[in-house]
């Protein structure tokens, strides 16, 4: 199966064959090209109600990631034994929250979300941030991920440090 995307919104215009290409680079960058996943994309209006239900945060916000292994260690890829077992999880994409911090900052959409997407795929391997040591470890996964990509593609992403900083 690989990937299902999905775009949910109507807010924000979406070039969906990029964003799954990117998807693909992350998926290989990391070894979980044999994982299943889901890249659900959303508004504000759904990202914040799955927010609220989950986190109990009443604000929108850039991604929310639903790990297939919940108590995945950070940096260790899952060991499944039947082939329902290739999952990752999902991942609902805040694509509307991410344009607008794209307007603020003067960013390039696509590249947000590439940004955002590679965060969303750390939490789905066991990164978190909760505590300054867990954000220092997932921010250095990041970076090492995106040099990765940009090597890989010609771009210059960096990860978005102020959406730790929030989230936590």
């Not at 604000?59 to 499944?80: A, H, I, M, N, Q």
Request: aromatic share 6%.
């Amino acid at each position: 199966m690989g990937v299902v995307l999905r775009n949910l919104q109507k807010v924000v215009s979406l070039r969906r064959a990029r964003l799954r290409k990117d998807i693909d680079t992350l998926r290989h960058i990391l070894g979980v090209h044999k994982f299943d996943m889901g890249i659900i994309c959303v508004d504000n209006r759904r990202i914040q109600q799955i927010n609220n239900m989950y986190r109990k945060k009443n604000v929108p916000t850039d991604v929310l990631s639903f790990p297939f292994y919940e108590d995945l260690r950070p940096g260790k890829l899952p060991c499944p034994i039947h082939r329902d077992e290739l999952n990752l999880g999902d991942i609902f994409l805040g694509v509307e929250f991410v344009m607008k911090q794209c307007q603020e900052d003067s960013l390039d959409l696509h590249g947000a979300l590439t940004i955002t997407m590679a965060h969303g795929i750390c939490h789905l391997l066991g990164y978190r941030h909760e505590t300054e040591e867990e954000w220092t470890e997932m921010l250095q996964r990041e970076e090492y991920i995106l040099s990765e990509y940009n090597r890989l593609t010609g771009s210059h992403l960096q990860p978005l440090m102020k959406r730790c900083t929030q989230d936590r």
